[in-house]
């Protein structure tokens, strides 16, 4: 269902669930950029009790820096606290 998805609105789907914290964030960032193949629209899916906002901030600029060119768009799942909250905005 998530193929069809990202097939039909030309959208990669990326789904975060889980404490933000330094580490986690370039591991997000890594999985970003390795991508073999990058659609130009995004959709993150986020559910996290918060966490690091310096973490959050690298984050944000990566999908920032790797979907400038499209749509960026965010989805809450359940709770998106603290460095959550910073991602979105």
Known sequence: ?????????????????GGIYRGHDYRVIRCLR???????NLLLLLSTPGGSPDA?????????????????KIMVDQECKSAGTLIAL
Do not use: I, W
């Open 56 to 72: 959050a901030f690298m984050v944000a600029r990566s999908l920032q820096e790797e979907y400038r060119h499209g749509d960026f």
């Open 34 to 40: 390795e991508r073999q193949e990058r659609r130009s």
């Open 1 to 17: 269902m998530v193929e069809e998805y990202s097939n039909r609105f030309n959208v990669d789907v990326f789904d975060y669930t």
